[in-house]
């Protein structure tokens, strides 16, 4: 089971969305679908539920998507806040410093490695999701790409003759 990885703001914004009756899973109870090598040997009602299956694993994971990006947003508003309470400690200790001198000493500031570290791992974290989210956008597109070569024209009719006959 999956769970989504959530910060205080993305967990604020998921239960708002729960008060309003607009819930989205917040747990995926299934493991991860792969493509058969070859889609044309599944038959058709394994077919529709590898696509239902890609499908409801796509749902969570560009759920989980949004949230890392919320996340990350939070993470970079974090890094903004401190660097403006740095730039403010820096100048106050000494008030003939230079801009650029003051800009050095934050971007060395300690206390912003912690924060920045944090940010890189969300922004990381985010750019491996929409991979994930990618992938599984592209194996669902074959699964309905073959769920329409299979009901599409005369083939459908020679399908359908098939299980009626």
Do not use: W
């Not at 309003?20 to 038959?43: F, K, N, W, Y």
């Not at 309470?85 to 801009?99: C, F, I, P």
């Not at 699964?143 to 009626?164: A, H, P, V, W």
Request: with cysteine; charged share 30%; aromatic share 6%.
């Amino acid at each position: 089971m999956s769970k989504l990885i959530t910060s205080d703001t993305s967990k604020y914004v998921l239960d708002t969305l729960d008060e309003q009756g607009l819930s989205l899973d917040r747990e995926m109870h299934m493991p991860r679908p792969s493509l058969p090598a070859d889609i044309t040997d599944v038959d058709d009602e394994e077919l529709m539920r590898l696509y239902t299956h890609f499908s409801a694993y796509s749902d969570f994971v560009n759920t989980q998507l949004a949230c890392a990006v919320i996340d990350e947003k939070e993470a970079q508003r974090n890094i903004d806040y401190a660097e403006s309470e740095a730039m403010l400690r820096h100048q106050s200790t000494n008030a003939k410093t230079t801009v650029t001198i003051i800009k050095a000493l934050v971007d060395g500031d300690p206390t912003l490695g912690e924060l920045r570290q944090d940010a890189l791992n969300k922004y990381s974290y985010r750019k491996m999701l929409e991979t994930m989210a990618n992938n599984l956008e592209r194996s669902s597109s074959v699964c309905s790409r073959e769920l329409t070569r299979r009901t599409s024209g005369d083939n459908f009719k020679t399908r359908s003759r098939r299980f009626t006959a």
